[in-house]
């Protein structure tokens, strides 16, 4: 067994000689400012701003299964059904101050919409706009639950 200065000082070492674990860095403002663009957006009934702060592909899951859409006029054409009313309706109650968010992005609502900054370059080491990434359409009794 070792004397308990020579724990100590062993740990000391390790310590000093690995940088200290960091936090994901918070993007609160920008996601606030996300959140308010986009529920100004629906408000309006602008379809184009809001088809403008998805990223594609757009990743939609719902109770009957999940699907991708590739193509902006795919989203255009379906828009009512990827935005169903639930979706609106947690978008529009979201308080923009108030974002749950984690090294995947930023919640709206309890999982209706993900969205995260895009990737600018293929290997994502330039980051551009904000953008919606994920569309979940949470069953009733989910939500009841």
């Known amino acids: 067994m070792l ?3 020579a724990v100590s000082a062993h740990a ?5 000689s690995r940088p200290a674990p960091t936090a994901p860095a918070s993007h609160a403002a920008e996601y606030a400012d996300f959140v308010r663009a ?4 629906f408000e309006a009934n602008d379809r184009e ?3 403008d702060m998805v990223r594609l592909p757009l990743r939609v899951n719902g109770p009957n299964g999940s699907y991708i859409v590739q193509r902006r006029a795919y989203l255009e054409r379906h828009f009512d059904q990827i935005f169903d009313t639930p979706t609106r309706a947690a978008i529009m ?4 101050d108030d974002i749950f968010e984690r090294d ?13 900054h895009r990737c600018v370059a293929v290997d ?4 551009g706009a904000v953008a919606i ?3 979940n359409h949470i069953a009733e009794s989910e939500e009841a639950e």
């Open 3 to 5: 004397p308990l200065a």
């Open 12 to 16: 000391q070492d390790a310590s000093t």
């Open 38 to 41: 986009l529920q100004d957006a």
């Open 49 to 51: 701003a809001v088809v």
């Open 93 to 96: 109650a979201q308080d923009p």
């Open 104 to 116: 995947t992005g930023g919640m709206i609502g309890d999982g209706q919409v993900w969205f995260n």
């Open 124 to 127: 994502c080491a330039q980051m």
């Open 133 to 135: 990434y994920v569309v």
